[in-house]
């Protein structure tokens, strides 16, 4: 039965609204965190090991969260929009907060603390959102379509990053009239994240509630658009090794997100200033932006697995160009491959791991993925890129070099990723196991039929 006009109108809807909560939440992100490990570090006098402490212990919080408390709650209650909505206000008011208490201290350091300490509160909520999101496309959109929406929301989401990024480079210092670190001291960068965060709730109240009843998903015996019965809940084998290549993948190239900035705006290393770091920044936002656009025509000729293995190794190509170049025009060339590598990677990686869960679990399965990714962005930075930093300047090292060695070290976490990954594709689907299982006289590997 084709789509009538209407459904498709209300598709085009949903996506508006959906894509719109996108733009407003990236812009934030960016606005916020590309200059915030810049703040720490050279405004308030934070070692590199510690300036990832904002990223670590946040998002460690965010996982346990997003795992233990609100999976569960999105599985059985099946309220996806509205836990999204409650996580995000709650977010934006704490974020406020946040700014406020960082000016009490009378110490730089302490002041530090503070903030990281708010943002481990804040990301309570946020995983409110975060793991609701994920499980939110997978109920309002079919497999076959989930590669291309996700890619198309990256890219509309890569716009909002620019804007975000772009403001953020302006407000650091005051459009130059005052000192580096004004937008977040002076409480600007704060407020105007905060903000955002409340606007972008409005178009999530046009967006269905989602939950696996949406699409009749969920009855005993049917099956999923995997075509996984929809009544399962285990881990499969395939499942928990293609989380394993993730996790070596996601830290490999997030390993590095913290404290690229820093490299980027050492006096010994490119000494860029802050507006300079925006559009090299916003070179990333800008091959999301394009690849994003055609990730729904990749995805129609080449498997995800495949996809997500080519873009792993353009995220390779890019961390050694960083270690490697000596040329500016060579870094906005290789954050270029950065932001190709982030699109076909988060596109392609959810897809395949969608097909992979079964339809009741999408709340814990999906918080489980999303781990592989949010964990990489702090803990990986601080127990691989941050030590090896600090570790090196502090044995005679200058600390250009010493950055550059952090390169490599990502570099190599991703390959290991893709050796994992690459063993991962090789594995027997799931699925066909669980057919095996419902089909009499289906033989399985290694039997006689």
Same mark, same amino acid.
């Given at each position: 039965?084709?789509?009538?006009?209407?459904?498709?109108?209300?598709?085009?809807?949903?996506?508006?609204?959906?894509?719109?909560?996108?733009?407003?939440?990236?812009?934030?992100?960016?606005?916020?965190?590309?200059?915030?490990?810049?703040?720490?570090?050279?405004?308030?006098?934070?070692?590199?090991?510690?300036?990832?402490?904002? &990223?670590?212990?946040?998002?460690? =919080?965010?996982?346990?969260?997003?795992?233990?408390?609100?999976?569960?709650?999105?599985?059985?209650?099946?309220?996806?929009?509205?836990?999204?909505?409650?996580?995000?206000?709650?977010?934006?008011?704490?974020?406020?907060?946040?700014?406020?208490?960082h000016?009490?201290?009378?110490?730089?350091?302490?002041?530090?603390?503070?903030?990281?300490?708010?943002?481990?509160?804040?990301?309570?909520?946020?995983s409110?959102?975060?793991?609701?999101?994920?499980?939110?496309?997978s109920?309002?959109?079919?497999e076959?379509?989930?590669a291309?929406?996700?890619?198309?929301?990256?890219?509309?989401?890569?716009?909002?990053?620019?804007?975000?990024?772009?403001?953020?480079? =302006?407000?650091?210092?005051?459009?130059?009239?005052?000192?580096?670190?004004?937008?977040?001291?002076?409480?600007?960068?704060?407020?105007?994240?905060?903000g955002?965060?409340?606007?972008?709730?409005?178009?999530?109240?046009?967006?269905?509630?989602?939950?696996?009843r949406?699409?009749?998903?969920?009855?005993?015996?049917s099956?999923?658009?995997?075509?996984?019965?929809?009544?399962?809940?285990?881990?499969?084998?395939?499942?928990?090794?293609?989380?394993?290549?993730?996790?070596?993948?996601?830290?490999?190239?997030?390993?590095?997100?913290?404290?690229?900035?820093?490299?980027?705006?050492?006096?010994?290393?490119?000494?860029?200033?802050?507006?300079?770091?925006?559009?090299?920044?916003?070179?990333?936002?800008?091959?999301?932006?394009?690849?994003?656009?055609?990730?729904?025509?990749?995805?129609?000729?080449?498997?995800?697995?495949? =996809?997500?293995?080519?873009? &792993?190794?353009?995220?390779?190509?890019?961390?050694?160009?960083?270690?490697?170049?000596?040329?500016?025009?060579?870094?906005?060339?290789?954050?270029?491959?950065s932001?190709? &590598?982030?699109?076909?990677?988060?596109?392609?990686?959810?897809?395949?791991?969608?097909?992979? =869960?079964?339809?009741?679990?999408?709340?814990?399965?999906?918080?489980?993925?999303? &781990?592989?990714?949010?964990?990489?962005?702090?803990?990986?930075?601080?127990?691989?890129?941050?030590?090896?930093?600090?570790?090196?300047?502090?044995?005679?090292?200058?600390?250009?070099?010493?950055?550059?060695?952090?390169?490599?070290?990502?570099?190599?976490?991703?390959?290991?990723?893709?050796?994992?990954?690459?063993?991962?594709?090789?594995?027997?689907?799931?699925?066909?196991?669980?057919?095996?299982?419902?089909?009499?006289?289906?033989?399985?590997?290694?039997?006689?039929?």
């Open positions: 039965m084709k789509p009538s006009v209407h459904d498709h109108a209300r598709s085009r809807k949903t996506f508006f609204n959906i894509s719109s909560f996108q733009v407003l939440a990236m812009f934030r992100r960016g606005l916020f965190y590309s200059y915030l490990s810049i703040y720490l570090r050279f405004y308030l006098g934070l070692s590199v090991t510690e300036t990832t402490f904002f &990223a670590f212990f946040p998002m460690v =919080i965010n996982i346990v969260f997003q795992t233990f408390v609100w999976g569960p709650l999105s599985d059985r209650y099946q309220k996806r929009r509205t836990l999204i909505i409650l996580g995000e206000i709650s977010a934006a008011l704490i974020t406020v907060a946040v700014w406020y208490a000016t009490l201290p009378g110490s730089p350091r302490a002041a530090a603390y503070v903030i990281i300490l708010g943002l481990v509160v804040v990301e309570i909520f946020w409110m959102s975060n793991v609701s999101w994920s499980a939110l496309i109920d309002l959109y079919p076959y379509e989930r291309s929406v996700q890619g198309r929301l990256l890219s509309v989401g890569a716009l909002g990053r620019i804007v975000g990024v772009w403001i953020g480079g =302006i407000a650091y210092d005051g459009l130059s009239r005052y000192y580096e670190g004004w937008g977040f001291h002076s409480g600007l960068l704060f407020f105007v994240a905060s955002v965060m409340l606007l972008s709730t409005i178009p999530m109240f046009f967006v269905p509630e989602g939950g696996i949406l699409s009749g998903e969920g009855q005993p015996g099956a999923d658009a995997g075509g996984r019965r929809a009544g399962a809940t285990g881990y499969s084998r395939k499942f928990i090794m293609f989380l394993l290549a993730m996790m070596l993948i996601n830290f490999g190239r997030n390993s590095v997100a913290v404290t690229k900035a820093q490299y980027l705006v050492l006096e010994g290393g490119f000494d860029v200033s802050s507006r300079l770091l925006s559009h090299i920044v916003n070179m990333q936002s800008l091959a999301v932006f394009v690849l994003g656009l055609s990730m729904g025509w990749l995805s129609k000729r080449y498997r995800d697995d495949r =996809i997500l293995l080519w873009g &792993a190794a353009v995220s390779t190509v890019g961390l050694l160009g960083f270690a490697f170049t000596r040329s500016l025009a060579l870094v906005f060339a290789c954050n270029f491959l932001g190709a &590598a982030f699109v076909t990677i988060r596109s392609s990686s959810y897809a395949y791991a969608s097909r992979l =869960i079964p339809a009741m679990s999408r709340g814990r399965q999906f918080a489980l993925f999303n &781990a592989t990714f949010f964990l990489s962005w702090g803990t990986a930075g601080t127990l691989v890129t941050g030590p090896i930093v600090d570790l090196l300047v502090r044995s005679g090292s200058t600390e250009a070099y010493a950055y550059r060695v952090s390169f490599y070290a990502a570099a190599a976490l991703v390959i290991v990723g893709i050796a994992v990954l690459a063993l991962v594709t090789r594995m027997e689907d799931p699925r066909m196991e669980d057919l095996r299982m419902e089909t009499p006289g289906v033989a399985t590997p290694g039997t006689k039929a």
